[in-house]
């Protein structure tokens, strides 16, 4: 009951110095030798103490999803401190690695997307001392997040392992078989467009 007091302190706090939403980027994949199905999460400079992984019922779609919620605090934000102190349990800062996508083995980079979002990089001058000139560049999305994921529809909570490590959640959840290609076409209804 305690964390979740402090994660609503967060939220409220973030809430009064930032109005920025954004949804986290998601690479997946399924592997067919063990049954599980992969979710990386790209989460830059998120503490676990400031996020929430929930498995749940989607109100409106009515099937099972995982919702993740959080924030991810700018370092230069007023009570960036307090806020990166509270709710940490990892004592520093995760240093950045590349992702390594499915099929890839360690030490080969993950190939960007032919067509990739344009995140306009912006560039803050900030006065200093002739001999310590500073500036500072902001590239990264930070305050409030919101994620949906879809799930198999019988996945429980003993399915699911969910790891946050070097700015990246790795969710993975063990699945029944996938469905065959003529069991996929049996369910298929052509709806016509008008």
């Not at 019922?57 to 007023?78: C, E, N």
């Not at 002739?130 to 994921?149: A, K, N, S, T």
């Amino acid at each position: 009951m305690e964390n979740q007091a402090n994660f609503n302190s967060i939220i409220r706090t973030v809430h009064s110095i930032s109005t920025t939403t954004f949804t986290p980027q998601v690479d997946s994949y399924y592997e067919s030798q063990n049954g599980m199905l992969h979710y990386e999460v790209e989460v830059p400079g998120v503490r676990r103490g400031h996020i929430r992984v929930v498995l749940g019922y989607s109100p409106l779609l009515r099937h099972k999803s995982i919702t993740m919620w959080g924030v991810s605090i700018a370092p230069q934000w007023p009570n960036a401190s307090l806020l990166l102190s509270q709710g940490d349990t990892l004592g520093s800062v995760p240093v950045p690695r590349p992702l390594v996508g499915a099929g890839l083995s360690s030490g080969q980079s993950h190939q960007p997307s032919p067509n990739p979002t344009i995140v306009p990089s912006t560039v803050v001058p900030i006065v200093g001392t002739i001999d310590r000139p500073l500036q500072r560049m902001m590239e990264q999305v930070h305050g409030e997040f919101y994620r949906l994921l879809n799930v198999p529809a019988k996945t429980q909570v003993s399915d699911i392992n969910v790891i946050l490590a070097y700015s990246v959640l790795s969710i993975r959840i063990k699945c029944d078989e996938p469905l065959t290609a003529n069991e996929i076409q049996a369910t298929q209804e052509i709806i016509e467009v008008h």
